[in-house]
């Protein structure tokens, strides 16, 4: 498993639990200054997970109020971005003379350390705590120039769709099932998410073009791999119909997947596991084979069986079987 740091302050002494909450937030994101109207008993949980020189955090917390002044910039500076995501409860953010109310699990905001920023957040009712997912990035890791990533601090960047929402799902999938991965996998996962985050603000500054080549590729091929999982079920998933709906050429295509598996053994592949999954759910049991197989666009029987015998070493009906004659 990834490995990840968790802190709930409910454990803490009540009186304690807002100075260790202030200290946790200064020393992993950047020095400011913290306030809340729940300071006397501050029911806060964090969780924190180091990627390479990247952090991933994820905060729950009643209302709460920072701000990064030039005094504290002049004392400390780690010289990081902020792209933070607010998953619930109501956000605003002011950075550059840019002040912004952000939709929650619509918008990512972004922040440079290196300038005075104001936030405020709460819940959507009381009782409830509000909720935040932010990655931390080194300035030069993002190879983008610093000037015009500056037009964009405070601005609202859409969490829900194109590229944006690809991120949001990683950071989010991350943060919820750290155990679904192990640490070597640490150095794969800060890449990918540098490259969603170039591209996504890229897309804002009309700078994609200036991308290094290795940075776009990757991304195109996480967009692909993406529209691959929506689209299983559609039996005309094609290589060229893939290639159509990103306004490339197959051959384009093909290279992507250069290196590992071919795109039609990658689609079957994950149709395959598809309909494992689904041969093994109690709840799915009375689904005839073949229509396990067409939910997931295998319309012939005698491939299916053929394919899912090769791969997992008997028939589906024999993989049926024995899954829940155990």
Not at 31 to 37: E, G, H, K, R, Y
Not at 106 to 111: G, K, R, V, Y
Not at 282 to 298: E, K, M, Q, S, W
Request: aromatic share 6%; charged share 25%.
């Amino acid at each position: 498993m990834l490995t990840t740091h968790t802190m709930d302050l409910s454990t803490l002494p009540a009186a304690e639990r807002f100075d260790y909450w202030q200290e946790l937030v200064s020393q992993n994101t950047a020095p400011q200054q913290v306030s809340s109207a729940h300071a006397d008993d501050f029911a806060g949980w964090a969780q924190l997970i180091p990627l390479g020189r990247l952090q991933l955090t994820s905060f729950r917390y009643p209302s709460l109020g920072t701000r990064r002044t030039s005094r504290l910039i002049r004392r400390g500076d780690p010289e990081t971005y902020q792209l933070a995501l607010p998953v619930t409860g109501e956000s605003a953010i002011t950075q550059q003379r840019h002040e912004t109310v952000l939709r929650p699990a619509a918008d990512f905001t972004l922040i440079d350390s290196s300038r005075p920023h104001e936030a405020k957040h709460a819940p959507d009712r009381p009782g409830l705590l509000a909720h935040s997912v932010t990655v931390i990035i080194p300035r030069d890791l993002l190879p983008l120039p610093p000037n015009k990533v500056a037009r964009l601090t405070a601005a609202r960047l859409a969490s829900d769709k194109g590229m944006g929402a690809l991120l949001a799902n990683d950071l989010l999938h991350i943060t919820r099932h750290p155990e679904q991965f192990r640490d070597v996998d640490a150095g794969f996962l800060a890449r990918r998410i540098v490259d969603l985050v170039a591209v996504t603000i890229g897309q804002y500054l009309g700078e994609t073009g200036t991308l290094p080549g290795e940075v776009k590729r990757r991304a195109l091929r996480d967009k692909i791999d993406a529209f691959i999982d929506v689209h299983l079920d559609d039996a005309e998933l094609t290589p060229q119909a893939i290639a159509d709906a990103h306004s490339i050429a197959v051959r384009e295509l093909h290279r992507l997947f250069e290196g590992g598996r071919s795109v039609s053994e990658e689609i079957k592949v994950r149709r395959l596991e598809r309909c494992r999954r689904d041969l093994l759910d109690p709840t799915l049991h009375d689904v005839p084979i073949y229509a396990v197989a067409r939910r997931h666009g295998i319309v012939h029987n005698t491939y299916f069986s053929r394919a899912f015998k090769a791969a997992f070493g008997m028939s589906p009906r024999e993989f049926r079987n024995a899954a829940f004659d155990a």
